[in-house]
Structure formats: structure tokens, C-alpha cells
């Protein structure tokens, strides 16, 4: 399957715990982003990198929340000190980049589920 | 504030009926209109949509895009129980994607 792949599928955690999550795009898409949805809601950009370098942050992103790509391939979204209004599906999309000023499609992964305590 | 809006929010048909489902946007640096299906899981791509008046069509899904009134429809005709989803129409604005809440259909034989 080449398709965006989440890690873990599912997470529980307690109020207070670090919790971290990977995404692997598929092969060779340059851009990756970061989506957050709650139950009844549409997908919340988060963050998305262009290779390594991080471009856009959301003002949803506090401090707590860091996501990193360091090589351009992977990527981790960490929520420290989570709280139980970080429940949600985590999801992880990527885009090819063709070229300047044409926009692509974004392939979404399964996401993570995080359910806080 | 960008936003997106998505009508009706939730919609039950009989297996063979067609439905419409309407999204409008009010969104600077516009690039292009995607929809997408998600059931019980992540989003798959439909559509990406980028010029007015111009049909994408695929099986018996088609949608059609209006730039002047900012809005676009997704029709799905002969329904089937697989249909059964929520369907997101999402506004790419510079690089991000703007989602709507999401039209709930639910297809009964």
C-alpha cells in the first residue's frame, strides 16, 4: 500500500501525558500537512511542511504542539501536557508539488484517534 | 474569516433517488474547490474543482463549480446504500484546505 499511513490508529491517555504521532506520506510528495477533526466537524488545519522546512502554523497550534519533519520524509505531531479538549481524529495529508500556483490534491491518512481522560 | 458552508446538513434518501448537496465559500486567495467522501475513516478524494462551469463527472457523481456566486453542488444520481457518508467540500486557500462541517447522507434499500 503507498498510500499516507498514521501511527498509532488509536491512542488513550490520561490528562497531563505526552503523546506523539508519526505520518509517512506517500512516496516522493513534497508537501505534508496536519488536520485535526472533532466529532461533527470538518478537518481543522493544523501545520503543513513543504519538504522539511515547517511554512504555515495554525493559530489552533499552541504552545503545547510541536511537529517536526527533519529529513522531509516523515513527520511527528507531539502534544505535551495533553488536555481532555485535545480528543479528536489527528489526520496527516500530503500533495504533490508540481508546480508554482497550481494546487494539487490532498491524500489523507487513516488518522490518529487521541482520546484524553 | 474564511469560511465554508455546506447545505443540508444531513440528508435520508431511498436507494435510486438523486441528490444534491451545496456548498458555498467565502474565502480570500481562492485556488481551487475539492470534495471529498469519509466514512467511518479518513476522507478520499472526489473532486478537485478550479474553473467555473467546467462539469467533473465520475460514475454517477458529478459536481460543477460556480466562481461568480462562489458556490459548487455534488450530485449523486441512482443512489445506493454505499453512497452512505459524510460528504466535506473543502476551499484550497494559498495551501491549506478550508472544510466545511459536511453533509451527512444515509442511503436506505
Known sequence: DTGVSQNP???????????????????????????????????????????????????????RFSAERPKGSFSTLEIQRTEQGDSAMYLCASSPLRSRGIHNEQFFGPGTRLTVL | EDKVVQSPLSLVVHEGDTVTLNCSYEVTNFRSLLWYKQ??????????????????????????LDKKELFSILNITATQ????????????????????????LQVFP
Request: aromatic letters at 10%.
Open chain 1, 9 to 63: 490508529r488509536h491512542k488513550i491517555t490520561k490528562r497531563g501525558q505526552n503523546v506523539t504521532f508519526r505520518c509517512d506520506p506517500i512516496s516522493e510528495h513534497n508537501r505534508l500537512y496536519w488536520y485535526r477533526q472533532t466529532l461533527g466537524q470538518g478537518p481543522e488545519f493544523l501545520t503543513y511542511f513543504q519538504n522539511e522546512a515547517q511554512l504555515e502554523k495554525s493559530r489552533l497550534l499552541s504552545d
Open chain 2, 39 to 64: 466514512e467511518k475513516k479518513a476522507p478520499t478524494f472526489l473532486f478537485m474543482l478550479t474553473s467555473s462551469g467546467i462539469e467533473k463527472k465520475s460514475g454517477r457523481l458529478s459536481s460543477i
Open chain 2, 81 to 104: 446504500t454505499g453512497d452512505s457518508a459524510v460528504y466535506l467540500c473543502a476551499v484550497s486557500n494559498t495551501d491549506k484546505l478550508i472544510f466545511g462541517t459536511g453533509t451527512r
